[in-house]
C-alpha cells in the first residue's frame, strides 16, 4: 500500500537571526589632538604680491635687510621672470630664504 505524498509544512517554523557583525562600540576619538606646522617655518619660503612701484632690490631690502640680494628674489622666479627690472603689481613672487 502506497501512501500520498504529503507535501512539507513548515508553518511553524520560525527564525531570528540579528547579525553576523561584530558589536564593536563606535571608537571615541575626543582625546585626539593634532597640530599643522607650516611650510613657511619648515621650508623658509615667503611670497610677496607685487605693488606698484616696487623693485627687486627694494622686496630684497625689506625681506633680507640688504637690496643686494635680489637676485636670489630672481633666481626663485625665474619660472615666471626673464627681465628683473620688469616685475609687475599683482605679481606673487616667492621669497626663498637665504643664508647671510
Known sequence: MTTPDKKADFSG????????EQKVEKADF???SATVDSTEEKV???TYTVAK????SHIAKQ???K???????????RD??????K???GQVLKIPAIDD
Not at 13 to 20: H, L
Not at 80 to 85: A, G, T
Open 44 to 46: 623658509g619660503e615667503q
Open 30 to 32: 575626543s582625546g585626539v
Open 67 to 77: 637690496s643686494s640680494k635680489w637676485n636670489a628674489i630672481f633666481d626663485a622666479n
Open 63 to 65: 625681506f633680507y635687510g
Open 87 to 89: 616685475i609687475q603689481p
Open 53 to 56: 612701484g616696487d623693485t627687486l
Open 80 to 85: 615666471q621672470l626673464d627681465n628683473p627690472d
Open 13 to 20: 517554523v520560525s527564525a531570528n537571526v540579528e547579525t553576523t
